[in-house]
């Protein structure tokens, strides 16, 4: 069901939402996260950013994601798109939408996968500083995003 | 002859990003892995030594210390993950 | 702050995220609500439908629900887009997209703008349906999903 | 002279989206606009009589039947919204 999609390129943010509703009458709510590379992360001045990924298990992190959505939630269709390579602040990240025939389905599920995608999946930040390239440390405060979800299921 | 993968900072620590290693016979574990890893010294002494911090895929599942490995198997070290 | 629009013609997602972002480096979230119509409600087939609002009081209602949003979480831009007249099942009726430094922020707000649209902003839908015309009742799950938010403020 | 104006099912119902009444002198309230055109019978009785039900709004702010209405005032009276 899940569409998973690793790219260098920028997305079309409503091109993927629309690609959710095409040819559907029975969708009624679509939920979207765009992520999006700013130029200040703790504190520091931020220029260029670039992800690294694992191929082959990032897509497999990110369709299990999407598989325990589908599993908790009355879902149609989810979608995600990640970029990866160099980015500079102001171009999007990451997009995840959702479809459902209703609104909190929708809601929750998105907010689910990017909760487990930011602790799950294999990406890897680094950023351009004035006092040159460091790689991002993981955030507590994702763990905890991910952790109010659910008891841990591993 | 298990495939090893390096991500991110370790990668950028240790100066390699795969590689492949001959285990010696009998089981094996991520730990005994590390064990081996660690054994050359140098960056891996720092890489896998008391108080790193890393994550382990076997075969491009999250594994744990206890994880079997065998030949053929892609093992993965990296940091905690920070994507999205 | 707030952008508010009424407007009868469809709406183009990727180009009102993208409004969002355009020449800003701080934002890095974005989350989008897209309510689409569905051909399908409380048990009955339904065909296209029709949506009456309040010209002038309809776009103060959507600003102050924008406004309480802006008050209680931290915010960059707010932008809701609404279409009223007859439109076809598969169809977008309304967006919400809400932009914000970090994405707790951003979904919080998107689906407490969404909850209180439904609830607060005058817009009343009629439905055709194989026995006729009929005027959409107002549903207890929204005003169940407004309550959630808060002591009510009236 | 207040303007009225009733929308949706209201509206169909008492065929009419907008009008001016001229308000009796004295202080007059949305309770009292309501006993007004409930006078009037037929469908405005069943729409504003015992058990309807109906959402006012006084110059585009939602009100209760115990608001204020002068005259140049604007007054709607609809069904509970469905937006959305």
């Given amino acids: 069901m899940a569409h998973v999609r690793i790219q260098a390129h920028p997305f079309d943010a409503g091109a993927e939402i629309a690609a959710l509703t095409q040819g559907r009458r029975d969708v009624g709510a679509v939920a979207t996260f765009v992520g999006v590379v700013r130029d200040r992360n703790e504190g520091a001045s931020v220029g260029r950013m670039t992800l690294e990924h694992y191929p082959g298990m990032t897509e497999k992190a990110l369709l299990e994601i999407c598989g325990q959505a589908a599993q908790r939630w009355d879902l149609i269709d989810l979608r995600v798109v990640h970029r990866v390579g160099p980015m500079e602040p102001g171009e999007p990240i990451v997009l995840v939408a959702v479809s459902s025939a209703h609104r909190g389905d929708a809601f929750a599920a998105c907010e689910f996968v990017m909760d487990f995608l930011k602790t799950r999946a294999p990406f890897w930040k680094r950023e351009d500083t004035p006092s040159g390239p460091r790689w991002v440390d993981a955030r507590v405060s994702d763990d905890e995003a991910a952790a109010r979800w659910a008891p841990p299921n591993r | ?84």
């Fill in chain 2, 1 to 84: 002859m298990a495939t090893v993968l390096y991500f991110a900072s370790l990668r950028e620590r240790l100066g390699v990003g795969r590689e492949t290693i001959d285990l010696p016979p009998g089981s094996h574990t991520v730990a005994s892995v590390v064990a081996h890893l660690r054994a050359r010294g140098g960056p891996w002494e720092s890489c896998f030594g008391p108080g790193s911090v890393w994550r382990v895929a076997v075969n491009h599942a999250m594994a744990n210390p206890e994880a079997t490995v065998s030949a053929d198997d892609e093992v993965a070290f990296f940091p905690p993950v920070t994507g999205g």
